[in-house]
Structure formats: C-alpha cells, structure tokens
C-alpha cells in the first residue's frame, strides 16, 4: 500500500481469472493447490475452464463435492460471499457461500438430465455489491453402465411359410439401450437366441430372425415361441441384458393332396323326390387350410350322370349330390357314380409332388313309394256338338298304378270343376259321358277335372284335366236387334225409307251368318208398307202410301220373318210396331199417340215426390196395423188339449180388489158355511148388470148339488160355482186367476156349421178349402162368395 507499486490493471485481471480456472476445476483434476509464490507459474492456458465432470448415480451418505469458486479479493476474513444460480441452483446443487465449495445433493441421472448450466458470482458480504462478474460454467454428468437394453415392441408375433428354405428372414428385432452410446461400450449390444432352436436362430449385431431348419412342417407343428436376448457392453461379462419372446406361426401352403376318407359312399332316395332334392354329401379331406383346402367335385363316369348332379357347397369343402332327373324306382332302382375331388389352388413349388386330387365310388339306391295312379296323358282335349244325345260317351281317359302292385283305380269328377252336372264318369272305365243336353249359347266350354284314385289306398289321388268344347250347330233362329219401334211421319210419301232393321243370332256358324228377311204371309200384300231385304243381313221398311193421318189410325203392326243361312234353317217371326207421328219440316217427330201415356206436363216433379210420400205413408200405417193384430195378447193355456176355450173377461170398471162387493160375496167366499144365509147386500139400489149373462151361461160342470139345492135361490147357485171353481184353482198351480169365466166347449153342436173356432185351425200347414160352405144352404151364400167357394162365369178381356 505505502510504496509498494500496484500491478497494471490488466495483469491483474488476468491473475484472477487464472486462480479461479484453477480453483473452479475437480480436485482430480488440479492436483494440490500450489504455494502462493509458484500460483502464476503454472497457469496452462489450454485448460478448458468452465465445465465441470461428476459421475452419475452416486450412492454415499455424504453429498457429493464437486468443485470450488475462489477470487484472489478473498482474504479469509469473510468479507466475500459466494453467490449459486442456474439449472439445479438450490435445490440439486449447493455452495458454501464463505468457503466457494460446491456439492450435489441429490442423486443425479445422466438419463434423465446430462448437463446442468450454472452461474457463479462473488460479492461483499456488507454491502451485497459485486466484486467481480458474474461467470457461467456446465455440470456435465458422466454415464455408467446402468440401464440393461429393451425391446419396446415386444412380445411380438410373426409369420413365415411352411416349407421355407433355411436362411429365410422371419423378422428383424431392435433392442435400445438407454446409455450414453458415446461413452464406453454401456450402449453397444448384441443378440442371442434363448430359445427356440435349432428351428430359429439371430443375427448377433443386426437382431434378424432367420429359419435355420428345413421343411418345417405346418400339419405337424404349427406354432413356435422363440426367445432373444440383447445384451450391451458388447457382450461381455458385466454387460446388462434384456428379453423378449417371438410367437412365429407357420403359414399353409398347399402341399397336401385331398383324400376321400371312404373309398365307397352308399347313400338312398325316395323315388317320389322332386328334381334338387339332396341325395347326400361327400368330402375329400385336406389336411391344409383355408383357400388350399377349397375343392371342386364332378361325376366323372357312372350310369348316373344324366340323373344325378354334384356342386360343391357355399364353404367350398364338400360335395352336394342333388336329383337331376325325376327318379323312377320301377325302371331303375339304382345308380353308380364316380365322383372325382381336386384342389382349386395350387402351388407351383409343389404341384409336380403328386396329384392334388382324388377319386371316390357313391352308390346311389332308389326307394320305392306309393306313387299316386298316373294318367295315359296330363290333359285331354275333346269337341263335342251341342246336339249330341244324353248318354254320349265324350273320351275315355286311363289312369295306372305305377308301382308294382298294380293297384285298381278307380274314377270320379272334381265337383267343383262340374257344378252343373253335365257329365258322368263312369268309376271303372273312366268313360266320360253325358247326362244333360249342351248348349253352345249358354256354355262353350266345360274344363272337367278328372281324379283317379288307388282303389287299396285312397289317399293316393291325381288328377287330369279334360277340356270339352262345345261345338256349335244352328238350333237358334235370329231375331230382330234393338229397334223394335219405328215411326212415320203424317207426311211421308210413299217409297220412303222409315227403319233399316238387324237380326242377331246366338249361333256362330263358321261361314258367318246370312240373314234373308221377308214379311209375314199375312202382311205381305198390305198397302201400308214393304219391306227391301238388301241382302248384306239387313232390310229396309218403305212406305207403299202416302197422307198418313193420326185420326185414321196411329199404330200400325208389321210381322217381320228372319232366316238364317244354316241347315237346319231356323226361322222366327218379329213385330215391328209403327206409330204415326206429327213431324216438322226436317222430319223430327213432334207428337205421337204414345204421348198420351205420359204424365201430363203440367205435373211437377215435387207433385210427383208428394204423390209418392203419401203412398208410402199408407203402406207405412197399414203393415202397423196388420202388425198389432198378430200381436194381440193370448190367453195363456196351461193344457192345450183340455182348456181349449175362449175367455170372455169384462173389465167395464176397475175392481177394488177385497172392498169390490159388488161383484161376489167375498164374505161367502172366505166362509163357504155360513153362506147358506146370504147377508143382503150393502147397497140394495146397485146391481152389477153385466154378471147377469155370466149366471145364465154358466157351465154344466157346475156341481149338481148346488143346481138341485133349489131353496137355496140363484145366490146359492153362484156360491156352488165359486166353490168349484175355486177347488179346480187349489187344485191346479197352473191354472190362471180367472175374475170370471165363460165356457164355449159345446159351441157348434146340432149346427151343420159345427164350430166356427179358429182354436183349432193352427194344426194344418195346408191352405183352407171352404168348398164345404156351399153346402151350407141359402144363408150362407153370402160367406161363400166371399171364400171364392161359388164360382162365376164371364169372357176374358184382350
């Protein structure tokens, strides 16, 4: 301080970063720290100065030191403090801030970070001011040997055909080692097999897979694991290893022949088999896979080639034999087929091996059924004239028991298909006859429908169709079409054209028809009218007059004769009817006397409709008229045979039931004894007349003992017939309360007339017959005539 001179400024600077490259290195590095006097002698200037070198994965208990900042304005005093930041800074590194040392205080991993940046400072520790620059240096972390390689993708899985040569690559397996690969041999690996020879082996540096023996089979072991190890540090001892397993399939290829595993297939049919029906199924067994086992059948030779097919089916391994033809035990109850199997792809690496192919027997057997008969032809077509007589044998159809037994058939007609019943079959001929006349007109064709039936089995039925047409033959005579009216016109001339007339005939000869007209005999020499035939089957009406008049005569009637041109000639007579009209000038008709048989034009519509109301309002009213006289209540009979009488029961006033004494005597009535003296009535003024006809008529059943009681006055002879009537009621649950009760059981009797009850009359479906009334006498003439017994004569009117 005093008279020492200072250095330069500059040298000094130097001397300080020279003492803090050297302190900022590993120990391992600088050595011993030299003597103060020596310190700038050994500064060496190609020292790189700012990195740092630690081991990874240290395991001591202490932190691991890493190196130490030092500035040459640090006198020991504690003056200066050393400042840490960067990457790590606190948390993974620490400084002594008097000393400069540096330690790591977790476990580092070069994998997981290589390098750490870091920033050193030193400043005074008093006023926090910096002393010199902040500088920067790198932790680089030095890699060990710690990590074993890995296969990230396994296990893995791969193919390779069957058959294939040695050397043939299956596939390619790449371990990583997580290491630093520029560091030492920790990252270098090689490949091993573990498992899986001598059928696989590796590629030591390149990890491909290879087959390393011939002709593996796929039919005979078909999957395969093999193992492989990578292993760093080269190889050597001391290297860590990693596994993984390779799952390799043989792939098929087509070097198996089909074989049929029967030499001979016995396989049968009902005859009655539709065409495509399955007779069974074959398979040539391939002891490949997939598209190498896929076949295709044929018939290579037999008796059966034309009767039998074969395809293969929709997975494309078997042989489907169908019926081609229809089959026919009582012909042919067998078949013979040579049914042939190959392969459909082929390999060529192995197709001059053997044939892929093989050959089988199928014997085919045809079984018998009940077939149904059979007729001599499917359909039968037949033309009969429509005179032909009744009985004539239309066709004789035959039907056959195909089988062996031969049975009887026996014939009949679908109901159905002859609802008419025009014709007969004969059951054991089968001749087909008529039994109705035919009409072309009415019926052309008749489509009959035969069934044949096994006479020992009759559910055996078939059935043939027999189309009978009618043929025609003139029995029809034509008749005039349409206009059967015509009219002429009051001043029409003579020679006038008033109708050209038609004829139609339901017959339909094969030359067409041919039509002649002519008027009738007794109208050919009429002076009013003649008739034109034209000969193209029509005919003309002309006039012979003129000066029509409709006060002279309005109608006029002219017989038409029409003949046909067929043998036999049919012929028929039509009346044209001819009305005399009013016409304008243009000849429209105006009037005719038909039109006095119209309404009059003065009635309306609506007058009509009201005309019609009213009508229907009677009919209305009279059918509920006649409907509450069928109606009307009966008495009810509890015997038919013995209450067979009418009841007569007056109802002029109400009764009062037990106060009603003016009626009967309830009083004797409830005391039979002591009605022998009759109590005088309460009101001697009043009288019920309309029980004075019911005394006098009473019925002869009432009990003697009353009537010969003649003391007792009439009241005792009511009193009895209460009693009696009232024992009968006791007596019978079914007898109804009669108030009163008339008899006419002897109605009729000493009358010629006898009963007139229509009681009776019920008993009989058969219409009356009242003949018996005129036998009557005079006074019951009036009666008959009402009947219709009498009969009256008079002329008809036309």
Request: glycine share 8%.
């Amino acid at each position: 301080m005093g008279g020492r001179s200072r250095p330069p400024a500059a040298g000094r600077a130097s001397l300080l970063a020279a003492l803090c490259i050297l302190t900022l290195l590993p120990r391992g590095l600088v050595g011993k720290p030299a003597e103060e006097g020596d310190a700038l002698h050994r500064v060496k200037r190609g020292w790189v100065w700012n990195q740092f070198f630690v081991l990874e994965e240290y395991t001591g208990l202490e932190p691991l030191y890493i190196g130490k900042l030092h500035s040459d304005m640090d006198r020991g005093d504690g003056s200066i403090k050393y400042i840490l930041s960067g990457e790590g800074a606190g948390t993974t590194f620490t400084i002594d801030d008097g000393t400069g040392d540096i330690h790591a205080i977790q476990r580092l991993d070069r994998e997981v970070k290589a390098q750490y940046l870091l920033r050193a400072q030193a400043r005074n520790r008093l006023t926090d001011q910096p002393l010199e620059p902040e500088s920067q240096f790198v932790v680089k972390i030095q890699d060990i040997n710690d990590n074993e390689p890995k296969f990230p993708d396994g296990p893995y899985h791969a193919s390779v055909p069957e058959m294939s040569h040695i050397g043939t690559s299956v596939i390619q397996l790449t371990a990583t080692d997580a290491d630093d690969p520029t560091y030492g041999s920790s990252a270098r690996v090689v490949y091993s097999i573990l498992e899986g020879q001598p059928y696989f082996s590796v590629d030591a540096k390149t990890g491909v897979v290879r087959v390393s023996l011939a002709d593996m089979d796929r039919e005979t072991r078909e999957n395969y694991t093999v193992v492989i190890q990578a292993k760093d540090m080269g190889g050597q001892l001391g290297g860590l290893a990693g596994t993984t397993s390779v799952n390799i399939r043989l792939g098929d290829v087509n070097d198996n022949p089909p074989t049929f595993d029967q030499r001979l297939y016995q396989m049968s049919i009902p005859e009655a088999a539709p065409v495509g029906s399955v007779v069974g199924r074959i398979w040539a067994k391939d002891r490949d896979v997939g598209v190498n086992a896929e076949m295709e059948y044929s018939i290579i030779d037999g008796d059966g080639r034309d009767t039998f097919d074969i395809s293969t089916d929709p997975t494309n391994l078997f042989g489907i034999i169908t019926v081609k033809r229809p089959l026919n035990f009582e012909s042919k109850p067998s078949y013979t087929l040579k049914v042939e199997g190959a392969n459909t792809h082929l390999d060529p690496a192995f197709r001059h091996r053997v044939p892929f192919k093989d050959m089988t027997i199928v014997h085919v057997s045809v079984e018998d059924v009940d077939e149904p008969p059979l007729f001599d032809a499917p359909a039968y077509y037949v033309e009969l004239a429509e005179d032909a007589e009744i009985g004539t044998v239309v066709r004789t159809v035959t039907a056959r028991d195909p089988d062996a037994a031969n049975n009887t058939v026996r014939y009949s007609i679908e109901k159905s298909s002859d609802p008419d019943k025009f014709f007969y079959l004969e059951i054991t001929s089968g001749s087909l006859m008529t039994v109705r006349s035919l009409d072309r007109e009415e019926v052309g064709w008749h489509n009959i429908t035969i069934l044949a039936m096994e006479m020992n089995n009759p559910t055996q039925i078939s059935s043939a169709s027999v189309a009978v047409r009618v043929l025609d033959v003139n029995d029809n005579p034509p008749s005039l079409t349409h206009y059967l009216e015509a009219y002429v016109c009051e001043s029409a001339k003579a020679g006038q054209l008033i109708q050209t007339v038609t004829a139609v005939d339901p017959d339909q000869p094969l030359g067409g028809q041919h039509f002649s007209y002519r008027l009738a005999p007794e109208a050919a020499n009429n002076p009013n009218f003649t008739l034109r035939d034209n000969q193209d089957n029509t005919a003309w009406i002309l006039t012979r007059r003129g000066g029509w008049s409709q006060q002279d005569q309005t109608v006029f009637y002219l017989p038409v004769v029409i003949s046909d041109g067929e043998q036999p000639v049919q012929t028929s007579t039509s009346t044209l009817t001819v009305r005399v009209c009013s016409c304008d000038r243009e000849g429209n008709v105006m009037s005719c006397d038909a039109e006095a048989h119209s309404l009059p034009a003065s009635l309306s519509r609506g007058a009509l409709i009201a005309i019609l109301a009213c009508i229907f309002v009677l009919l209305v009213m009279i059918l509920l008229m006649l409907s509450l006289r069928t109606h009307r209540k009966k008495p009810y009979l509890c015997d038919e045979e013995e209450n067979v009488h009418e009841n007569i029961v007056r109802y002029d006033d109400e009764g009062g039931g037990e106060e009603d004494t003016e009626a009967f005597d309830i009083g004797a009535m409830w005391n039979p004894r002591e009605a022998h003296h009759p109590q005088p009535p309460p009101h001697p003024g009043k009288t019920r007349q309309d029980m004075l006809p019911e005394i006098e008529s009473l019925s002869r059943y009432v009990p003697q003992a009353c009537v010969a009681g003649g003391g007792l006055g009439e009241g005792s002879n009511v009193r009895g017939y209460v009693l009696a009537k009232l024992l009968d009621a006791d007596s019978d649950a079914c007898a109804p309360p009669y108030d009163s009760l008339q008899t006419y059981a002897y109605e009729g009797e000493g009358s010629v007339a006898e009963s007139l009850s229509s009681l009776q009359s019920g008993a009989s479906n058969t219409d009356h017959e009242y003949d018996y009334l005129s036998d009557w006498g005079p006074r019951f003439k009036k009666l008959a005539e009402m009947y219709g017994a009498l009969e009256t004569n008079g002329a008809p009117a036309w």
